[in-house]
């Protein structure tokens, strides 16, 4: 037996790995929309787990952390600069976009709508993010579009003087 044999055997271990956390489990590889099925993916798993803020707070921490080295690597595995598979950048936006939001269902759908819509027009910075290389180049114009999202929602919310209690007071 090869010593590199066990090597070469946990670096494919390592690569599939890597590309089921970018693609979400594979919910990258919907045919049609995959950064809007990942979005979804995480409206849906914000809506249903129970998440503290501080939860929340180290979900997002976790999710960009191992998100930002899986986007890396699959980046490289598939080819081509933020490959449309990779969707793990758009679960990590949605988490940050309702980060101090009051688990309300509008407040997510409102969150997952203009999230989408930031993350397809791309204004200024978010575009430009997207020239740095790597997970991070993956993932931040994800989180711009996130803090926009938040920024904006909040300011909605604050103006409207609904509160900001996490029971959606």
Same mark, same amino acid.
């Given at each position: ?17 890597? !590309?089921? =956390? @970018?693609?979400?489990?594979? &919910?990258?590889?919907?045919?049609? /929309?995959? %950064?809007? *099925?990942?979005? $979804? #993916? ?13 939860? !929340?707070? =180290? @979900?997002?921490?976790?999710? &960009?952390?191992?998100?930002?080295? /899986?986007? %890396?690597? *699959?980046?490289? $595995? #598939? ?15 949605? =988490? ?14 409102? *969150?997952?709508? $203009? ?55």
């Amino acid at each position: 037996m090869s010593p590199c044999l066990p090597a070469r055997n946990s670096t494919r271990l390592v690569d599939r790995v890597a !590309l089921f =956390v @970018a693609t979400a489990g594979g &919910v990258g590889y919907t045919p049609v /929309a995959p %950064g809007t *099925a990942g979005s $979804l #993916l995480a409206l849906v798993v914000l809506w249903a787990l129970p998440f503290s803020p501080l939860g !929340l707070t =180290v @979900a997002l921490l976790v999710v &960009v952390a191992v998100g930002g080295w /899986a986007a %890396g690597r *699959a980046e490289r $595995l #598939l080819g081509g600069k933020d490959p449309s598979p990779v969707v793990i950048d758009e679960i990590a936006g949605m =988490v940050l976009s309702v980060l101090i939001l009051p688990r309300r269902l509008e407040l997510l759908v409102a *969150a997952f709508l $203009l999230f989408r819509l930031l993350d397809i027009a791309k204004p200024f910075p978010i575009r430009r993010s997207q020239a740095l290389s790597g997970g991070l180049g993956v993932m931040l114009d994800d989180l711009i579009a996130g803090v926009y999202t938040l920024a904006l929602l909040w300011g909605l919310l604050f103006l409207l003087g609904t509160g900001m209690s996490a029971q959606g007071g």
